[in-house]
């Protein structure tokens, strides 16, 4: 039985410097952009990040990044059969989700779909709901877009001459001038109690938001480039809330003081206050 019995919102203020937040693999890997020129982060991307740094702390992932690992299993399907005591409950859906999220914390948190086939005798079609959502992240200001040439002028290979250099690979590479992004998201009591999310599962998903840049660094998001200038966390008194998600995350105010911000700085941060609901307020790290 869960024991997180009040909802909960929560929002993200995050700042992206001469960096490449999320790439869009349909238009040459540049920084995701809507129609209005407003810079995306896709709620897949920072449930990514959100991952990993759970896995940094220790806790055990079922969506793992290849290189990042812990096991010997190269699909999800591996790693689920790879679970004798899951793999025998194959045939006992509520068994086998509730099996499932007790093992791994993203399969409780975010949901998971389990949709294997093995043959007729061992396949698999389970789907949970998580109880925590996160909305894709927005630019508060249309974002400016630099376009950078680069060349690879090193041989990959050793050809018949090796004393002959291969021709240079020419490409590109491309980044956010700055930006200033906010996303949004909820935990839903009622799937909580489906899931088995827990309080403490609540915080550590907290401490992931507030270091979500830890240890990501990449040739598109150096050191330093990428982070969370403020947490807000709502936590309602009832497990339905005071006010809905919609309100809440309505509340808080990101307002640009110049028509070209170039920093954090450049932005008014601020909070209406709701009756009865005060949020927590964390400082990224």
Request: charged residues 25%; hydrophobic residues 30%.
């Amino acid at each position: 039985m869960s024991n997180f019995v009040n909802k909960v919102d929560f929002a993200a203020v995050i700042s992206v410097k001469n960096a490449n937040p999320n790439g869009d693999p349909l238009n040459g890997n540049r920084p995701r952009e809507n129609y209005e020129g407003y810079g995306e982060i896709s709620d897949v991307c920072i449930k990514r990040k959100v991952r990993n740094r759970l896995q940094d702390m220790g806790q055990e992932i079922f969506v793992q990044m290849d290189e990042r690992r812990y096991d010997s299993y190269r699909s999800l399907k591996d790693r689920a059969d790879g679970y004798a005591e899951l793999k025998k409950l194959s045939k006992d859906k509520e068994q086998y989700a509730a099996l499932a999220c007790k093992k791994w914390i993203d399969v409780r948190s975010f949901g998971q779909v389990f949709a294997f086939k093995a043959g007729t005798d061992n396949s698999v079609s389970i789907g949970i709901r998580g109880p925590v959502s996160i909305h894709p992240a927005v630019s508060v200001s249309p974002i400016e877009i630099s376009s950078m040439q680069i060349t690879k002028s090193v041989n990959g290979e050793t050809g018949k001459d090796p004393d002959k250099k291969s021709p240079d690979t020419m490409g590109m590479k491309h980044r956010v001038e700055f930006g200033v992004y906010v996303f949004y998201g909820s935990i839903n009591t009622q799937l909580a109690e489906k899931t088995g999310f827990s309080e403490e599962d609540s915080e550590l998903i907290k401490k992931a938001l507030i270091t979500l840049f830890e240890n990501d660094c990449s040739s598109a998001r150096p050191d330093g480039s990428m982070e969370v200038c403020k947490l807000y966390w709502w936590k309602h008194n009832s497990s339905m809330g005071q006010y809905s998600s919609a309100k809440v995350h309505r509340s808080l105010k990101v307002i640009p003081n110049t028509q070209s911000p170039k920093d954090i700085s450049d932005f008014t941060i601020s909070n209406e206050p709701l009756d009865g609901l005060i949020p927590e307020i964390y400082n990224g790290i």
